[in-house]
């Protein structure tokens, strides 16, 4: 049997979401096509400081990645990525580049940094590439905009927790489980989201996520620090890396940007957003990507995020108080 190794950015609705969606389109699309039955087995990236990618793991028949960096390796068969720190390299951004003119892997590693979420960029090449039918998994790119572009109606649906989608997002970025995305991956794509959420190895997870949640609320009130239309909160000292992004613009609606220091077991994270519901013009803000992108991080436009090695907490912290100070002096809404 041919194994398919699929590697997804890990502890991310979007990234979970990939993955399944992959799998049924190399399922229904790519397989059927092999002289031999194909089996699917994944692997979680998480962006850390040092190497993100450890060559020894490249061991399927076929490897793939989704909304997760470039790699070079030739182990590497599939790649599909929207962010706009996608390479880790000017010489891995040239390896994609001379890959697009070879006729078989440039059918197989895929970028377009102007997609919502992966998701929806993996099901457009599905359809309009190899003729996979989306139809069935509407659900799923549909809350995968959502969720990976921040496009709820207001900071209380996004913080509230009401839909199906929000409670799993909520569940997949706690989950200190390493077996527990890849269980709940195949189901993503085969049932509604509201039957993944009432499986019992999943429904058992809520309860005590959706305290946590509140405590979350109540802890990142008590150390934000809002001024110059910028918020900043420093809770490194509880492991609380997972807490829901968009709390800050439910506490204080008036932000433009917040930065949050957290920490976990193997990082250190600078996470630098913007208000999805901000009244500053988008040309008057600054791009959040290259930001990170001076410290070896990266991301979206209007959220990034930079990795640091536990240790180094000390650097992280003055790499929050440098972007700090520079977003409060750029803010769109100066006084305010």
């Known amino acids: 049997m041919a194994r398919v190794r699929v590697f997804y950015h890990d502890k991310c609705f979007d990234g979970a979401c990939s993955a399944s969606l992959f799998t049924r389109f190399h399922r229904e699309v790519i397989a059927p ?74 059918m197989r590693r895929f970028f377009d940094p102007t997609y919502t979420s992966c998701t929806s960029f993996l099901a457009h090449i599905g359809k309009t590439r190899f003729g996979f039918n ?58 509604p989201l509201a039957e993944v959420l009432a499986q019992p190895f999943v429904a058992s997870l809520l309860p005590p996520l959706l305290e946590q949640h509140e405590r979350a609320i109540e802890l990142i009130r008590e150390r934000s620090e809002y001024r110059d239309g910028t918020i900043f909160f420093d809770i490194t000292d509880h492991l609380l890396e997972g807490f829901n992004k968009f709390i800050p613009y439910y506490l204080y609606p008036q932000a433009t940007y917040s930065i949050g220091l957290s920490k976990s077991s193997f990082r250190t994270k600078v996470a630098v957003g913007s208000n999805p519901w901000t009244k500053a013009r988008g040309e008057d803000m600054v791009n959040l990507a290259q930001v990170c992108e001076r410290y070896g991080g990266g991301g ?37």
Not at 61 to 69: T, Y
Request: glycine share 4%; proline share 8%; with cysteine.
């Open 33 to 106: 096509t092999q002289p031999e039955p194909v089996s699917y087995e994944y692997h979680g990236l998480v962006h850390r400081a040092g190497a993100l990618f450890d060559e020894r793991d490249f061991t399927g028949d076929e490897n793939a990645i989704v909304d997760f960096k470039y790699s070079a390796s030739p182990k590497i068969t599939w790649w599909f990525d929207h962010h706009l720190s996608a390479f880790l390299s000017p010489a891995d951004q040239a390896h994609f580049q001379a890959c697009q003119q070879d006729p078989i892997c440039g």
């Open 134 to 191: 989306t139809e069935p998994v509407a659900e799923l790119i549909h809350w995968a905009n959502i969720v990976d572009g921040a496009l709820y109606e207001s900071p209380e649906s996004a913080v509230e927790m009401a839909a199906p989608a929000m409670k799993l997002t909520l569940i997949i970025e706690a989950t200190q489980d390493p077996e527990f995305i890849p269980r709940l991956i195949p189901l993503l794509t085969g049932i």
């Open 300 to 336: 979206h436009a209007r959220v990034g995020a930079i990795s640091f090695s536990p240790d180094r907490a000390d650097e992280a912290r003055a790499a929050a108080k440098v972007i700090v100070a520079e977003l409060r002096e750029q803010n769109p809404f100066p006084g305010k």
